[in-house]
């Protein structure tokens, strides 16, 4: 098993503070969904980071694969919602408790 972090980078600046209806419907899948992955083992954390540049999302996965790590990304509603980019990248060395 490896360890990827997943960076989710919203389009706008102000995302979250001022979601439209339809944003919000996805953020509540989005929601759902990484409750679903951490419930099952294959999310470690997730949530948002309050960077002062502008909020972003960061989940840490446990699966078998890169190619494991891109599928969460890609069945992720935000992606899909087009409210945003994801970003891959593998742990290099993962110390965990």
Known sequence: MAYFVLK???HRPDFP???SDA???V???HFAYWQ???KDGVA????PVGDPAGVWGLAVVEV???ADALALRDGDPVVAGGL???EVYPMLNALVR
């Open 27 to 29: 953020m509540n899948e």
């Open 64 to 66: 078998g694969a890169h």
């Open 23 to 25: 944003e919000s419907s």
């Open 44 to 47: 470690v954390v997730y949530g």
């Open 8 to 10: 989710f980078v919203p």
């Open 84 to 86: 945003g980019v994801t």
């Open 17 to 19: 503070a001022d979601l």
């Open 36 to 38: 679903k992955r951490l």
